[in-house]
Structures are given as C-alpha cells and as structure tokens.
DNA sequence: TGTAAACGGATATTCGAAAGTTTCGAAACT
DNA sequence: AGTTTCGAAACTTTCGAATATCCGTTTACA
C-alpha cells in the first residue's frame, strides 16, 4: 500500500484537462503513473518550482510525487534525454543548469525551427486548423501574462494555453521531426521565459494577435517575421533582465555550487 | 577487507570554474550498468539486429542483455526520447518503425544541420579539429565501406569509424544544441543506411576525402555543398535501391511480425 | 451460426529491499 | 593549527518478486 499522500495541495484537478493533445508525433504515451509524475516533474522543472542545478534526491522526490524509486528512474531517465536534468554516474540527479550562452544558442535555433515549420503548415492549413488556432488564442487572450507574484497555478494555467496556441500555429506542419525538435526547443525555452517575465515590466504589443491574423489570412512572409520577432524580443527582454536575474532571489543563471573552500 | 584504493582523482579547478555556458545536454554518461545496456541496444537496433517494429519482451531482452527488467526499462526509456523505439501504455515497447517518409523528412532535417554546424566549426577550427579531421578519417578509410555478407562486427566497427569521422568534422560548431540535434538525426539516419547500403551497388566517388580536403582547406562553401551532396546522393541511393521502401510508405520494410502458427 | 462476454495464460508495470558508492565528519598524525 | 586518514551515514543503483493489465481462446447466448 502506498504511503499516505504527502500534504502537497492536491493536484490532481488540473491534470484532467490534458485530453489528447494534438501533438503529432512526439514521445506518444507512457505508462499511467511513470507518465503523470514524469508530466508532473517537466512541469516543476519548466516552471522553475525545481530550480536549475538543484540536486534532486530520491527521498524528497518519492514524498513529493508518492510513487517509488523505479518510476522515478525512469522518469528522470526521460527528462535527461529531453534535456532538463542531468545525471552522472553514482551520484544521482539533477536539474539542467541555465545560462545565458545556453538561451542564446537554442534560441537561434528556434527562430529557425519555428519559421520553418509554421510556413509550412501555413502551406497546408485546413479549416480545423484554423479553428483550433482561433480557439487556443481566444482561451490564452482570456488570461492577462502572469505576473511576478501571482500564485503558481495561475502561471501555469497561462503557460499551458500559451503553448496551446503556439502548438496550434504548426499543427499542420508536414514534417515531424521538425516540429519534434520544436517542440523540445519551446519547453527549453519556457524555463528562460520563466525567469525573465517575472521581473520584467517591459511593455509588449501584443503580437500573439497579429500573429494570429497574419497566420488566418495566410500571409507566410509576415507571420514567419512577426513570429521570429517575437522570439527574438523575448530574448532581448532577457539579456536585459540579466543582472537583475543574476542578484535575483531565484538565483538562476551562474551555478557553480560550491563546495567547501 | 578494508578499501584503501582512491576510488576517483580530484575534480580540481575545473569543477570551481563556471562551465555551465557549454554542454547543455547530450545524454552525458549514465550509471555504469543501463549506459551499457542502452549503448548496446541502440547499437542493436540502429544495426537492425532488433528489426523495426519488432516487438521487445522483457524476458528475450533480460536474457539477452543479461540484466534485470528495472535496468531494461530505463534503458528502454532512454530509446523511446531518442525516437529509436516506442512505447504505449501496457503494451510494452517496440522498435521505432521505419518509413520513407520518415527518412525523406529526417533527411532534410539533417541537410540543414549538417551544413550549419559544418560551416560553424570550420570558422572555429583549430589544430587539434584538424588533427581529429585527419586521424578519424584515416580509420575509416582503412576500412573498405561494408558489404551485405559481413559479419556484423565488421559493419559496427565501420559505422562507428564513420561516426567518429562525421563528429569530428563538426566537433568545433558552437551550437551545442545544433550539435545535439544533428547527432540524434545523424544515429536516425544510420538504421536506414544499414538498410540500404546492403542491397547497393551504385558506385560513389570517395566523398568523405572529398569533404575532408574542403574542410582542411577551411573552403566553407565547398565542404557544405559537398556534404549535403553526401547526404541526398545517400537518400536517392535508398530510394532506387529499395524497393520496400518505395512503397511501403509508413510500412516497414520487412520485420518480424511473428504470430503463433 | 454469429456475436459478445468471460476465463486463463502471458506480459507489462510497480514496488521495496539489498548491495554498492559516495560524501561528510571526526579522530589521528605531521 | 593544518592536513590526512578512517569510519559511519546517506545516497544511488540494481534486482527479483508481487500486482495490475492485456491478449487470445473458449463458452454462453441470441
């Protein structure tokens, strides 16, 4: 028998509205539970509830997520080759680091996985996928940007329709492995979002919209502009917030945990 | 019996030092007992011992790896994220399939990387680049491209020199998240060589000097346009020669789909 | 005779404990 | 006092058994 349920809030509400996702190709279904801690856990890790480099020890995890060693196993094994944790033999897990380089590099990459696959699915959108981008921008416009200090579920339900509507704009992209690697690339890159959008206050136009009607009336040369503009002021938006991050109280991008002098 | 033996040297200054702005992620190093495991049957199946689609009961796999089913299912896990296998819920796992499709997109995909990160590491060269250059690509052509009678020890070793040369041509690109990706695609790209190289007889120049030279000669455009010749020359060569490929467009090739007389 | 439910064998999944390393702290020595 | 060595505690890793699930076959029923 399982021991009793740590005294985390329950969680288990929102977690029922992930039906079956559009997601084309991607790591299809995993087991029951290794598949709901290993959601449970990229969350944590993408929304910055586990921190960058933090170490994470089987004990706290297996309270945290109720479930054993082995499943935790193999969820870890999971996020490593996604990129969001490391391990080293003998000496356990822990979360990716971050840092500026790191955020730079996959971000030139994204201007160039997302442009490319949203001119092509563009190319081949349908009705319903015009549908689905109107409804997932009508259910993210509905949700003000979260804020610094609001409470976690709100980022997350914010985080969740966001890349809702983001997986739409490429839904009909006609190559998987493309939108694969896009996909990878736009979790890696909501841990950076993270960090930066809590501190700042920089004014954005709100380019989701614009995005979204250039993409309707199937104008491919300025949706793939706006979309990789859109990338890139978040990136700028972040170098920016780098020294405020640095002194932050996440103590996010340099690591170097130290050991005794 | 007491343990007098150091057990590892000192991680030393490089460990203080912040190096967290490289390596971002390639599965690093795995404990000792599932990185072997997982290298072999990656090994197995990009060598299409275990055959697309085949179907991997714990119990052949226990006995022929040798190790326990936790073991098993971690390295299994490691294969679902790197799309060499799939998995669904309480059917076990499978070798990932294989289709023409599939190696047509993973093959455009690749096109691109290869040329980026080639053209990156050739800007960024340095001695030791060009001495890896030099040595990989002599071990490979000691050995005479494999033919379809070889032992399969024979074909590993040629594949891993081949790997060893294509790695060493972009060792020096900055990109670490391009390197990764073009590592997983390059491995992808390897199950369908095996596929084809055996049933092949079309002749083709030595590309991989071809390609060597240019490099050396830090001629970006040639050594790019040199190799995504490799790359499509080795497409075209899958398409005409196969012809279970050609029409079996998300069917495998041949596998075995054994049922019960 | 065709359809559907139920049984039994086989397989996948999960778990906790044993075995093996690493890390931290204290005692001993220079 | 500073450095090294040794030992204990904590942690990770591995394993095989117990549990849950699925597939094929048989059986009941219309």
Known sequence: MPKS??????????ENQAEATTAPQDVSRESAATFEVLNKMREDILCCVLKPDQKLRFGELRQRYGTSVGTL???LSHLVSEGLART???RGFQVAPVSLADFLDLSELRVYLETKTLADAIRHGTDAWEAEIVSSYFLLSKLAPPKADDPPQVKQEWAKRHKRYHDALVATCRSPW???FRSELFDQARRYHWLTMIHSRMHRRNEHLEIRDAVLARDVDRACSLLEEHIRTTVEQAVSDVPGLIHGNTRPLKLA???KA
């Open 5 to 14: 349920l740590p005294s985390m809030p329950f969680q288990g509400a929102n």
């Open 73 to 75: 196993r193999e969820a």
């Open 88 to 90: 080293e033999a003998g």
């Open 178 to 180: 493309s939108l694969h």
């Open 257 to 259: 945990r130290r050991r």
